[in-house]
């Protein structure tokens, strides 16, 4: 446990609110908000993405463009002031020899008489190339003792918005942990034991401030674990409740169906055709459907979900099809009613979503509840109280890691128990996919059609780059069009990595002002987001500039570059994810993956995205190179809604939950008057409670 928490303490309680943390008045609570942080529990589990270590300074001559490093130097000669600019800059130089290195700081004007000739400083920033010389902009200043103090401490670096820093989330997080207890340890010493974890609140305490990275990875175990044990216990109690529900909704094999296969413009592979008649099997058998199919992207799962729609509304009932995002929804619908019209099929659909108004979402509504529709598409929408189905007999959630297994529940319970089919594009493997989806059979379809072309890969550096946009421009005069993705919104302190917002603007100089550019992040409001979609589709937006928000929820056939900026920040399957956004037309399609790491390792894993299009093939590799130094920054994009652990990275961690949750339901059992084993048993009821009554959207 960190030491200097150890004193007097004032109780908090996890559930107060943030506002009662001492320093953190309305405009930072405001703040703490936007980042769904409300009580003291929720900034305790609000991890660090990363951590920043202060090396030791390097020479002027060992400095390098596009690093995060310090500097220490006597300063020769006075800096400069730029009254005349409106961000008041203040230059200088320092030399050592005959290697130079530029320092430049905005609206800071008083270290012009702070900084004297004669003095002694560390300076710590990003390193840039600016006009031929290197230049490090805004640095930080430290007195030798100052950088000493920090030598080799892990410093925690969160995920932030405008205006609130990863000093001021560490300043309230150590507030807590002097002022109140962490919850009680819930697992029995058997099970710490057993797979040598750390105490609970050691690990919390740890994870926001390791004195090593040693002691790191061992906290993180720890919460991991936790993450993990208490997913798979609840899928455990939901599968106890729909396990043995009979099928009340039973169908049989339908003409109507074989024919709109047959007359389809292509034929079905083997693996559509082996997955169709297992979901047919459910559909017509003694027990209710609850069935995951795991398709890579493009291997064709959204003519299998409307095959089940058509048999089961073949047979009087309705199906509800729920996706995450409007956009999506939107093309489904589209696709829907051209394959009615074009075909002949029984359905009558209805689109429902959260932006249309109260007028059409009542109207849609009544179609609804009278069975006037009976295939409704939408998002979250169609979990509303308000939304009342007359015979719901099939629910298919699309990228079901994008809700959560309540969302999926919840819409089990607008009907009579009715069948539930999940699709989903992530590339899990067989092994861990069983623990995860432990309330569902598994499907997979594991082959591409034939017509689809593969897509071209290439692995490069940053000096790549105008190369790229110039491969953009051709495309887009071709009438095609481009993403370009980044890992984040805005510039974070102490992370080389590009953003979003400058990289938009920086681009809109380096296009043809004929080519227009549109920007997309999840931190914008749904409507706004949509509206971007909508004209990126439409092509009036020919390059997209986004964050992850695009791996899921637009389908753009005229897209054919997708080029990925940093992509050493993301893991292969999410890597995978993002490229399959292109190839979905008859063009030949492109992605560009731009390493903007000088380490070898991180060449090593994207050269896998090279070797294969296979996105079950691309996970396997990556769990075998994954390790201990891999902790944080290759991330999975939050896969079902893990605030730490990841799927790929943390196999090891998730099969032992499997085990431990086996023994967790023993001693639930066997040796329910002990003590140790009520306390874990009211915590998980409390814990699972809460989780399957709560719309975690």
């Known amino acids: 446990m960190q030491q200097g928490f150890l004193i007097e303490r004032i109780p908090m309680e996890e559930q107060s609110p943030i506002g009662q943390i001492k320093g953190v008045g309305p405009k930072t609570e405001a703040l703490f908000h936007k980042l769904d942080i409300y009580t003291a529990g929720d900034l305790l589990h609000y991890y660090p993405r990363n951590y920043d270590r202060f090396e030791a300074p390097v020479a002027l001559a060992d400095v390098e463009e596009g690093r995060l490093l310090s500097v220490a130097a006597h300063i020769h000669k006075r800096p400069e002031l730029n009254m005349n600019s409106p961000l008041k800059i203040v230059t200088l130089t320092l030399t050592e020899g005959e290697a130079s290195l530029k320092l430049t700081w905005f609206r800071m004007p008083f270290l012009k008489s702070k900084l004297q000739p004669g003095s002694y400083y560390i300076y710590r920033g990003r390193v840039v190339q600016k006009r ?7 640095p930080n200043i430290y007195t030798p003792a100052e950088y000493e103090a920090l030598r080799n401490v892990l410093q925690p670096i969160y995920p932030l918005t405008n205006g609130i820093t990863s000093k001021t989330i560490g300043k309230a997080v150590r507030q807590i942990l002097q002022s109140s207890q962490c919850r009680q340890e819930f697992l029995p010493l058997e099970i710490r034991k057993n797979y040598q974890l750390a105490d609970y609140q050691d690990a919390i305490e740890t994870i926001h401030f390791p004195s090593s990275m040693e002691e790191l990875v061992f906290a993180r175990r720890r919460l991991v674990f936790d993450e993990f044990l208490l997913f798979i216990l609840t899928l455990r109690r939901l599968r106890e409740r729909t396990v043995t529900n009979p099928n009340t909704f039973c169908m049989q094999s339908s003409p109507k169906v074989e024919q709109f296969i047959s007359n389809l413009p292509y034929q079905l592979t083997k693996a559509q055709q082996r997955t169709w008649k297992e979901i ?3 559909l017509c058998g003694d027990k209710l459907m609850s069935r995951l199919v795991q398709g890579d992207v493009g291997s064709g799962k959204t ?6 729609l058509l048999l089961t509304v073949e047979h009087g009932f309705q199906g509800a099809l729920m996706v995450p995002t409007e956009v999506l929804a939107r093309q489904h619908y589209e696709e829907i009613c051209r394959l009615t019209e074009d075909y002949g099929l029984s359905f009558k659909p209805i689109l429902l979503t959260g932006s249309m108004s109260r007028k059409e979402k009542r109207q849609a509504y009544d179609r609804i509840e009278l069975g006037l529709a009976n295939v409704i598409i939408g998002t979250h929408a ?20 994008r809700f959560g297994v309540r969302q999926r529940e919840a819409l089990t319970e607008k009907g009579d128990s009715p069948h539930v089919l999940v699709m989903s594009a992530t590339p899990i493997p067989r092994t861990l996919a069983i623990i995860l989806y ?5 499907s997979v379809v594991d082959e591409l059609p034939a017509e689809r072309l593969p897509i071209k890969n290439c692995v490069v550096d940053v000096s790549y780059r105008e190369k790229a946009y110039r491969f953009i421009e051709k495309e887009t005069a071709a009438g095609r069009q481009a993403y370009i993705i980044c890992p984040m919104v805005e510039e974070s302190e102490n992370l080389e990595v590009e953003n979003v917002l400058d990289y938009t603007e920086q681009l809109r100089t380096l296009l043809p002002g004929t080519i227009q550019i549109g920007c997309l992040h999840g931190r ?4 706004e987001k949509d509206s971007i979609m909508e004209s990126f589709s439409r092509n009036e937006i020919q390059v997209l500039v986004s964050t992850t928000v695009i791996e899921v929820g637009i389908n753009v056939r005229n897209a054919t570059v997708m080029m990925i900026e940093n992509a050493e920040r993301f893991g292969l399957a999410q890597l995978h994810q993002l490229r399959g956004r292109v190839g979905r037309g008859s063009h030949q399609s492109y992605c560009i993956f731009v390493n903007g790491s000088k380490d070898s390792r991180n060449q090593e894993r994207l050269e896998i995205l090279n070797q ?3 996105g079950f093939f691309i996970a396997a590799e990556d769990l075998k190179l994954r390790g201990p130094g891999d902790l944080f920054g290759i991330r999975q994009s939050g896969l079902l809604d893990f605030r730490l652990a990841d799927i790929y990275q943390d196999a090891d961690i998730l099969k032992n939950c499997a085990e431990a949750a086996e023994r967790l339901e023993e001693l639930l059992e066997k040796e329910a008057d002990k003590e140790e084993v009520q306390s874990l048993n009211a915590y998980l009821r409390e814990y699972i409670d809460r989780k399957t009554s709560q719309l975690q959207l």
């Open 524 to 527: 914008m409001k749904n409507i």
């Open 382 to 401: 169609l979990i509303q109280g308000q939304v009342i189905y007359k015979n719901l007999g099939l629910v298919v959630t699309d990228e079901q890691h």
């Open 132 to 138: 031929g010389m290197l230049v490090m902009e805004q």
């Open 280 to 282: 047919e099997a459910d």
């Open 438 to 442: 432990g309330d569902l059979d598994i």
């Open 612 to 614: 294969s299009n296979d």
């Open 303 to 308: 003519i299998l979900s409307i095959l089940a």
